[in-house]
């Protein structure tokens, strides 16, 4: 598999410090995969959805991929029938099972409708629901509420006009619909964010077609669970608004998204930040560049009041073809802090995901096409806290999305003695070619050994006392082999 350089611009970033968990990962096979949505579990492992080619010939089916706090493959499984099937967001419910939100089309009309998969806790498909109307339907986000039921929000061209209508599904955790909701006015309107107020209240937001300026309009509307309007409002000036993503905190509403300069018709840079209790404006920026720059996503994260919000652009330090991708952080009255970094790299970079992390830091999951097969692969960026990104001097290894029965067998070795003092002995059942890798518990590389033989014996003389983790690496697979202790 062929690995392509990787530039990371690293500012005002502290490389000091490992108390905790930084990681790069790229997870590629035969097909095109592409990852959307992320969520992490209560012992700091994740779960990941998209859509893959890999897992038999024919179309996308959506996956649910299960990985380890450093990102290691545990498992992944594969839902949907004859034609397209992705997963855009995915839910846990620990002790009970997940779930994801996506879309579909393997139905009798082959028009696309939502998806709802519940799996148990090790992925296995117990329900899976098609919602929708008679015409096209796409999700674009969706949320688990309070009382563990869902919503799923997204655009309708179920519409007299054939433009696009926001359409909204309130879901019970069993997938029976409790309602659906479709904003029936001309123009485009989309929903492309949603976000819990409290316990009893959800934001959505988008953009709607304005009649009297004839322009797309940012949007953003409060509801009660039975989506009874709270406020709905129209946000920007005389130009086309998007709202991609909204984050709720203290009371306040903040939104990202972009304008449409009419100058070069590219995108520039749009905040909004909004009183939750009726959407009036705070503050509000929109930024007249020479760049098409998108933001795409927001996060509060740590013990603070600062967030993340990641940008799409295109300009003179992309690289290669299409758009990349970086992060900002910002205060609560989105001043930018200074502290920023650019993912370029030679092909497309897709953001699907952002979310905060138990750690203090966050996570993103994406889409990257510069690695494996060179098709579209499924990229996981984890920061550490105090802005602390990971180790990218080199290309990364491209671990296998589909499940694999090797990676299995790698597993049955066996680690003496354990605990150990300063060496440590590994038996495998069958001679193995590749390099194993030991990690600390908190994610820095200590050692990296060669290996073609079915027995190593790795001086770890130097490490500290503690818990380490081995995982072994090749072209091909990456998988954990076991943990052992000082």
């Known amino acids: 598999m062929v690995s392509k350089t990787i530039i990371l611009f690293f500012l005002l970033l502290s490389l000091t ?15 095109f995969e592409r990852g959307e949505g992320i969520t992490q579990l209560s012992d700091s492992s994740y779960l990941l959805t998209g859509s893959s080619t890999s897992f038999g010939e024919g179309p996308p089916q959506a996956f649910l ?66 919602m ?46 409790l309602w659906t909701k479709q904003s029936n006015k001309p123009g485009i309107d989309k929903i492309f964010a949603a976000e819990n107020v409290g316990d009893t209240a959800f934001v959505l937001a988008g953009t709607v077609w304005n009649e009297d300026s004839l322009m797309q309009k940012a949007f953003v509307g409060c509801y009660h669970l039975d989506h009874t309007p709270i406020w709905e409002l129209e946000y920007g000036e005389m130009d086309d608004y998007v709202i991609k993503d909204i984050e709720f905190y203290n009371g306040k509403v903040y939104c990202v998204g972009y304008r449409i300069n009419p100058i070069d018709d590219e995108k520039d840079e749009y905040t909004l930040q909004l009183n939750s209790i009726n959407g009036a404006i705070i503050s509000t920026y929109s930024y007249y560049g020479n760049s098409d720059k998108s933001m795409e996503k927001i996060v509060k994260y740590g013990n603070g009041i600062n967030f993340y919000i990641a940008y799409s652009f295109i300009d003179q330090f992309s690289l290669g073809i ?26 497309q970079d897709d953001l699907g995901d952002m979310i905060p992390t138990t750690d203090g830091g966050a996570i993103i999951v994406g889409t990257n096409q510069s690695f494996g097969t060179e098709n579209a692969n499924v990229l996981v960026l984890k920061i550490g806290p105090n802005d602390l990104y ?6 990364p290894i491209i671990n296998s999305l589909v499940e694999i029965e ?35 518990i908190l994610g820095k590389l200590e050692l990296i050994q060669p290996i073609n033989s079915k027995k190593i014996t790795l001086d770890l003389n130097n490490l500290s006392k503690g818990v380490y983790f081995i995982e072994f690496q090749s072209d091909k697979y990456e998988t954990l082999v076991g943990k052992i202790i000082k």
Do not use: C
């Open 390 to 395: 990971p180790n990218t001097s080199i290309p």
């Open 132 to 177: 929708g109307t008679a015409e096209w339907d796409f999700m674009h986000d969706g949320i688990m509420l309070a009382d563990s039921s869902f919503i799923l929000t997204g655009e309708t061209f179920n519409t007299p006009d054939g433009k696009e209508d926001a359409y909204t599904v309130r879901l019970k955790k069993n997938g029976d619909t």
């Open 65 to 130: 991929m299960k990985i380890d706090s450093l990102g290691n493959h545990i498992w992944a499984k594969h839902f949907g029938g004859s034609e397209i099937n992705e997963g855009i967001r995915v839910f846990a419910i620990e002790n009970y099972g997940y779930f994801i939100g996506g879309n579909t089309n393997s139905n009798s009309n082959s028009d696309f409708n939502f998806y709802f998969v519940k799996t148990d806790e090790n992925g296995n498909a117990l329900i899976e629901k098609q």
């Open 406 to 440: 090797e990676n299995k067998e790698l597993l049955n070795s066996t680690i003496y003695p354990n605990p150990f003092e300063n060496n440590v002995n590994i038996a495998f059942e069958k001679n193995i070619s590749g390099n194993l890798l030991v990690y600390s």
């Open 17 to 31: 410090s490992y108390s905790q968990i930084e990681f790069l990962k790229v997870y590629s096979d035969t097909g």
């Open 322 to 347: 299409g758009a990349d991708f970086s992060l900002r952080k910002f205060d609560d009255f989105f001043s930018d802090l200074g502290v920023w970094f650019q993912f370029l790299a030679n092909g």
